[in-house]
T-cell receptor
Framework: DAGVIQSPRHEVTEMGQEVTLRCKPI?????LFWYRQTMMRGLELLIY????????DSGMPEDRFSAKMPNASFSTLKIQPSEPRDSAVYFC??????????FGDGTRLSIL | AQSVSQHNHHVILSEAASLELGCNYS??????LFWYVQYPGQHLQLLLK??????LVKGIKGFEAEFIKSKFSFNLRKPSVQWSATAEYFC?????????????FGKGTHLIIQP
């Protein structure tokens, strides 16, 4: 079975540019989560969706961050404009509600 | 709000040594508890989980953990570790049943097994 698929795996861009991270959850899973991992703060929940609806976005650091889930098989996390302090590994995870979350391989983002 | 504390940020052991990684959480309600492992450059993989029932749970790769409600603890154990266990280990908690809520993670424990 295909797991959670994230793209790109690596992204390097200059500050001020728009960054879009993508996630395809496991088929049949109805909950999707975005996490950020940094050395200083560890793993933090940014936002999660149940049935494509955002449930809790209290972890989104500021208005520069936005996330969408237009359908059950696709979600995006967008940063506009990007800043060097946004550099991190961003993980997407999904679950069908009754089981633990399955994580994607992550996107390693570097903002120069 | 929940919080998860992992007491040891770095642990160095020799092969065949016994392992115990500490995890405490702060939340007074019903929790689900997890241990994930992250090998270098890879995604998080579930080692084991506790939802309810027997507080001693067994996971993959010979790991186990014990939920002690009175101590708000969920320590990870393995009787004998191999070099391949070198990785980052994360304890996590969620409030509701089944993991449909977001996870709160500890800062992680970097485990190094020396041959």
């Amino acid at each position: 079975d295909a797991g959670v698929i994230q793209s790109p795996r690596h992204e390097v861009t200059e500050m001020g540019q728009e960054v879009t991270l993508r996630c395809k959850p496991i088929s049949g899973h109805n909950s999707l989560f975005w996490y950020r991992q940094t050395m200083m703060r560890g793993l933090e929940l940014l936002i999660y969706f149940n049935n494509n609806v955002p449930i809790d976005d209290s972890g989104m650091p500021e208005d520069r961050f936005s996330a969408k889930m237009p359908n059950a098989s696709f979600s995006t996390l967008k940063i506009q404009p990007s800043e060097p302090r946004d550099s991190a590994v961003y993980f997407c995870a999904s679950t069908d509600g009754g089981q633990p979350q399955h994580f994607g391989d992550g996107t390693r983002l570097s903002i120069l | 709000a929940q919080s998860v504390s992992q007491h040891n940020h770095h642990v160095i052991l020799s092969e065949a040594a016994s392992l115990e990684l500490g995890c405490n959480y702060s939340y007074g309600g019903t929790v689900n508890l997890f241990w994930y492992v992250q090998y270098p450059g890879q995604h998080l993989q579930l080692l084991l989980k506790y939802f309810s029932g027997d507080p001693l749970v067994k996971g993959i790769k010979g790991f186990e953990a014990e939920f002690i409600k009175s101590k708000f603890s969920f320590n990870l154990r393995k009787p004998s570790v191999q070099w391949s266990a070198t990785a980052e280990y994360f304890c996590a908690v969620s409030e509701s049943g089944g993991g449909a809520d977001g996870l709160t993670f500890g800062k992680g424990t970097h485990l190094i097994i020396q041959p």
